[in-house]
């Protein structure tokens, strides 16, 4: 049983699509995140949400703590988002970060 | 500005022998923590430290795994007697206290057992 899941697993689009990445956890959650990881590099912290919404340039992240779900947004897509994007959350009960298994994302040009 | 870094960035190790990774978190980030990244798996959570406190121990895979924070600032992950299935990516990542901050992560150490 995996506390998150993320849809799709991969995703391919045209330079230029708006893009959804979609979150669902099933713990009580304190923060959640959402990170990017390009191949063989390292991972990078984009988001980190409690309620609401946030932006960043071309990046938006929505949550909902009731249906406990989160989106992350790309608009404009570019070739150089292609990468992995994972949603954490951290548990309330606890110390513990949960992770998804990871979109991957290629802008095709 | 340094970030967080880790050490080696690849080691290449026979089964059986034991391990030693290392982490240098960001001067002042009281929380750190250890993860594991297999191929084609997610994330997984290893160890917590948060200042002087206990850590929490509560994902380390076997009592192979062991990993100590000295002063409060540089930690090591230690495995012994390395398994094939450990292979995989760890990554360490350092926070400043409080729910509401963000992690860094390391680069993380690539480990594989021969």
């Known amino acids: 049983k995996n506390e998150v899941e993320q849809s799709p697993q991969n995703l391919t689009a045209q330079e230029g699509e708006f893009i959804t990445i979609n979150c669902s956890y099933s713990?009580?959650?304190?923060?959640l995140h959402w990170l990017q990881q390009h191949p063989g590099g390292g991972i990078v912290s984009l988001f980190m949400?409690?309620?609401g919404k946030k932006k960043h340039g071309r990046l938006i992240a929505t949550i909902n703590i009731q249906e406990k779900h989160s989106s992350l947004h790309i608009t404009a897509s570019h070739p150089r988002d292609s990468a992995v994007y994972i949603c954490?959350?951290?548990?309330?009960?606890?110390?513990?970060?949960?992770f998804g298994t990871g979109t991957s994302l290629t802008v095709i040009p | 500005g340094a970030g967080v870094s880790q050490s080696p960035s690849n080691k290449v190790t026979e089964k059986g022998k034991d391990v030693e990774l290392r982490c240098d978190p960001i001067?002042?980030?009281?929380?750190l923590y250890w993860y594991r990244q297999s191929l084609g798996q997610g994330l997984e959570f290893l160890i917590y430290?948060?200042?002087?406190?206990?850590?929490?121990k509560s994902g380390l895979p076997s009592d192979r795994f062991s990993a100590e924070r000295t002063g409060g600032s540089v930690s090591t992950l230690t495995i012994q007697r390395t398994q094939q299935e450990d292979s995989a990516v760890y990554l360490c990542?350092?926070?400043?206290?409080?729910?509401?901050?963000?992690?860094?992560f390391g680069p993380g150490t690539r480990l594989t057992v021969l």
């Open positions: 990542a350092s926070r400043l206290p409080g729910s509401y901050n963000e992690q860094f």
């Open positions: 713990v009580g959650i304190s923060a």
């Open positions: 949400l409690s309620s």
């Open positions: 954490a959350v951290r548990s309330y009960t606890g110390n513990q970060f949960y």
């Open positions: 001067s002042g980030h009281t929380a």
């Open positions: 430290f948060q200042g002087n406190s206990a850590p929490d």
